[in-house]
């Protein structure tokens, strides 16, 4: 059997390439030309990578061609929600414009092959507290560009379920971590910054955004496993949250990494560019629905995510002062949206 993993080479496609590998499947995976492989070189050899620009059809077309898959993960996305208020046309683009491509080549090639949509607890965006924990069944309230690219990726594996059969399974993720993060992702900047500070490459000062948001967070490790086994046995057209059902403040996050570090005496200075024009305040899941149909559910505590990322980047910066990111890491709403009396109305 053979699975075919968008977007391989990122933080979440190389993880199921190593579990897709432990399960004895062959694994293709498709990148880009200019794609960093750091995360898969240790596995490289064991993989087929097949060069594919999923905005274009043609070659999305070669790919399925090169591939021929039982099942398909779509991890390739633009996945950083403040990168979309920057860029929403290239947002959408990237995100909904390649799922096309790869439903409508399927499609025209009549493949059987499994499909998972890869969504995000973005799109359930304003969540009410009577609405806590969130179950699949609540509305979808975007708050950034990036959560309306995945509701239509969502909704667009529905409607192919719905319009031409296709074996597509929709998924949910809640916030996951785990060392190979990208350091724009608020856990990884902060483990980053604390093992700069403790190699004397900075200041002992970590520069955060608002600190009050409420994530349910999960071990990517934990998620990739609950993808293979959506690939394998979830029901086609239904849609699945993955998520640890606890929920941490960015305040408990940061004071847990400080905890961790090899020196005291860290400050913590507010950055006015690390907040969003608006943001989810809380996002809580509930897993219950997976766990009833697969038998998924987390299994690696957070605390232990949490020293595997310190312990990931004082690697990294041990070899020497690390590339500032290309991008502002963004992670919390601006203090003008912070009170309940801007926020929008309930809806029905």
């Known amino acids: 059997m053979r699975l075919l993993i968008t977007g391989i080479t990122g933080f979440v496609g190389s993880y199921l390439a190593e579990l897709a590998l432990e399960q004895g499947l062959e694994v293709c995976g498709s990148c880009r030309w200019r794609s960093k492989t750091e995360?898969?070189?240790?596995?490289?050899?064991?993989?087929?990578?097949?060069?594919?620009?999923?905005?274009?059809?043609?070659?999305?077309?070669?790919?399925?061609?090169?591939?021929?898959?039982?099942?398909?993960?779509?991890?390739?996305?633009?996945?950083?929600?403040?990168?979309?208020?920057?860029?929403?046309?290239?947002?959408?683009?990237?995100?909904?414009?390649?799922?096309?491509?790869?439903?409508?080549?399927?499609?025209?090639?009549?493949?059987?092959?499994?499909?998972?949509?890869?969504?995000?607890?973005?799109?359930?965006?304003?969540?009410?507290?009577?609405?806590?924990?969130?179950?699949?069944?609540?509305?979808?309230?975007?708050?950034?560009?990036?959560?309306?690219?995945?509701?239509?990726?969502?909704?667009?594996?529905?409607?192919?379920?719905?319009?031409?059969g296709m074996p597509i399974v929709r998924t949910r993720a809640f916030n996951h971590e785990g060392p190979r993060r990208g350091d724009v992702f608020v856990t990884s900047n902060f483990a980053r910054q604390i093992a700069e500070i403790e190699a004397g490459h900075r200041e002992p000062v970590i520069e955060v955004g608002n600190l009050k948001s409420r994530r349910d967070y999960t071990d990517v490790r934990d998620v990739v496993r609950g993808y293979w086994l959506l690939l394998e046995r979830g029901e086609p057209g239904d849609v699945y949250n993955l998520c640890s059902?606890?929920?941490?403040?960015?305040?408990?996050?940061?004071?847990?990494?400080?905890?961790?570090?090899r020196v005291r005496g860290i400050a913590v200075r507010e950055d006015a560019a690390r907040f969003r024009p608006s943001d989810v305040p809380v996002l809580l899941g509930d897993a219950s629905k997976i766990w009833k149909a697969v038998g998924w559910q987390p299994e690696l505590p957070f605390e232990q995510t949490l020293r595997d990322v310190l312990e990931y980047w004082r690697r990294r910066v041990a070899h020497g002062p690390v590339a500032a990111p290309n991008l502002p890491m963004v992670e919390a709403r601006s203090p003008r949206t912070e009170s309940a009396a801007s926020a929008p109305p309930k809806l029905p």
């Open 245 to 261: 059902g606890k929920a941490w403040r960015i305040q408990d996050v940061l004071e847990f990494l400080t905890g961790e570090a």
């Open 39 to 164: 995360n898969i070189e240790h596995i490289r050899h064991r993989i087929r990578l097949i060069d594919c620009d999923l905005r274009d059809q043609s070659s999305v077309q070669n790919l399925l061609d090169v591939a021929s898959p039982d099942y398909i993960a779509h991890l390739a996305a633009q996945s950083f929600v403040a990168a979309s208020w920057q860029a929403p046309a290239e947002t959408f683009n990237t995100n909904v414009i390649s799922q096309v491509n790869l439903l409508e080549a399927l499609r025209a090639r009549r493949s059987r092959a499994r499909f998972l949509v890869i969504g995000s607890s973005e799109e359930y965006g304003t969540v009410y507290e009577d609405e806590l924990p969130i179950r699949e069944t609540n509305p979808l309230r975007p708050l950034s560009p990036y959560a309306v690219s995945k509701v239509a990726q969502d909704l667009m594996g529905y409607q192919y379920f719905k319009s031409y």
